[in-house]
C-alpha cells in the first residue's frame, strides 16, 4: 500500500485546511490516523478512524477542530482541520494498519504503511 498526503500549506490562525491521504489500493479493512510531528517534539497521533467508518479518535489537542472522514470508493482519508493555532504547525503524515476488527488504532507506531508527509505552518 502507497500512500500520498497532500493538502499542506501556510495559513493563518483561526484559518482551515483539509489535508488528504490516497492510498493506492483500498483502504479496506485498514483503520487510518493522521500523526504529526513539529520540529523537536515527539510524533503525535491527531485522529484515527476504524475501516468500516463508524469509530474515530481525536487527541485531546484537537477535539471539536478536526474531523477525520473517509471515502472508501476514492480511496481517500480526509482531515479537516478548522481554528488552526500555530502550535498546530507540523509535518502530518498519515498511517494505516489492517484492522479487519473494525478497531480504530491510535499509536504513533508499529503501523504497517506510512505515507510522505505534507506541512502544515500555521503563521501569521
Known amino acids: 500500500v502507497q500512500l500520498q498526503a497532500s493538502g499542506g500549506g501556510l495559513v493563518q490562525p483561526g484559518g482551515s485546511l483539509r489535508l488528504s491521504c490516497s492510498a493506492s489500493?483500498?483502504?479496506?479493512?485498514?483503520?487510518v490516523e493522521w500523526v504529526r510531528q513539529a520540529p523537536g517534539k515527539e510524533r503525535e497521533v491527531v485522529a484515527a478512524i476504524n475501516w468500516s467508518g463508524g469509530g474515530t479518535k481525536y487527541a485531546d489537542s484537537v477535539k471539536g477542530r478536526f474531523t477525520i472522514s473517509r471515502d472508501d470508493r476514492k480511496n481517500t482519508v480526509y482531515l479537516q482541520m478548522n481554528n488552526l493555532k500555530p502550535e498546530d504547525t507540523a509535518l502530518y503524515y498519515c498511517a494505516v494498519d489492517h484492522a479487519p476488527n473494525d478497531e480504530v488504532i491510535f499509536r504513533s507506531y508499529d503501523m504497517d504503511y506510512w505515507g510522505e508527509g505534507t506541512l502544515v505552518t500555521v503563521s501569521s
Open positions: 489500493v483500498g483502504f479496506h479493512y485498514y483503520s
